[in-house]
């Protein structure tokens, strides 16, 4: 049996009063794929900044296999910012690792290169950075989080501000990664859709409950009814998984009832 490339065990995390999650498992494997889900404030950053070091838990423990990539929320750079895509993705490389002389040098260029290219992204590499597209920039900041070569990559919402075609390819690439290099992905996102085909087990977090388990079992109407203690449907639409519910506040996320045609016709509004 391989190790794992994440163990938590017994933990517990919280703030002040507030108990964010207590008694949580989870073991995940070499190249395994986790979707974060649950509503805003459920812990989703908290237990990606816990994977990183950066929260000390009440209780249990963590072990993290191998270094760690990050994958930050897209957010525009500044136009002014003299900084072009490849300076972006040679600051994950950086560090003692490389260190000076020419031919740690050479080595830190083709390091560059390497992640570069497992994103597609030679074609815009040298531009500055504040001319791309967000979709252009996220694949950026997918390579730096590649270039130090990680056994777990975290992603914070990595898919936030991106156009449905963009979000599919940043999708897919960090799949093709997991694929190739058995890096294990645990990916905070507020809509399954995008990763649902490459998704292997969901942590459902809720107001200090959760679940974990493969996609169809966790996405189910009784399961998140359950975990919501309110009602809440789940629904297949166009490819799209909805998640609908009683309280729309405390299910926000997958997507808007009012988005999908059809959908108050299918899912009456319950309890108010
Ligand atoms: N360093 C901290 N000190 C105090 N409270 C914190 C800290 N970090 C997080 N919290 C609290 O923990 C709760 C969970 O926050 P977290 O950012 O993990 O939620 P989230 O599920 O990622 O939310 P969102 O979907 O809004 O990003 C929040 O109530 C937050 O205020």
């Known amino acids: ?137 996220q694949r950026l900041r997918v390579a730096q989080a590649l270039a130090s070569d990680p056994a777990v990559l975290l992603c914070d919402e990595p898919l936030l501000s991106l156009d449905p075609k963009n979000q599919a390819r940043v999708a897919q690439l960090i799949d093709r990664r997991r694929r190739a290099a058995s890096t294990a992905v645990v990916f905070v996102t507020h809509e399954i859709t995008p990763i649902l085909p490459f998704v292997d087990r969901v942590v459902y977090l809720v107001d200090g409950r959760f679940r974990i388990g493969r996609t169809a079992d966790v996405m189910t109407s009784e399961t998140l009814t359950e975990l919501y203690r309110s009602p809440v449907e789940v629904l297949r639409v166009a490819g799209r998984l909805v998640v609908v519910g009683a309280d729309d506040a405390s299910c926000h996320g997958q997507v808007d009832a009012g988005q999908v045609p059809g959908t108050n016709e299918v899912v009456p509004e319950t309890g108010r």
């Open 1 to 137: 049996m391989t190790a794992p490339a994440v163990e938590i065990r017994g933990a517990r995390l919280s703030f002040g009063h507030r108990v964010l999650w207590s008694d949580f498992d989870l073991t995940i494997a070499p190249g395994e794929f986790i979707a974060v889900l649950g509503p805003n404030g459920s812990g989703k950053t908290s237990l990606l900044r816990t994977l990183l070091g950066q929260y000390r838990l009440d209780a249990g423990e963590v072990r993290v296999a191998g270094s760690v990539g990050y994958v930050p929320q897209q957010r525009p750079h500044d136009e002014d910012v003299p900084l072009r895509g490849r300076d972006l993705v040679g600051l994950g490389v950086d560090g003692a690792r490389w260190g000076v002389g020419f031919r740690r040098r050479a080595a830190r260029r083709s390091a560059v290169d390497a992640a570069i290219d497992q994103v597609d992204a030679r074609a815009f590499a040298d531009a500055p950075l504040g001319l791309l597209s967000g979709g252009e920039q």
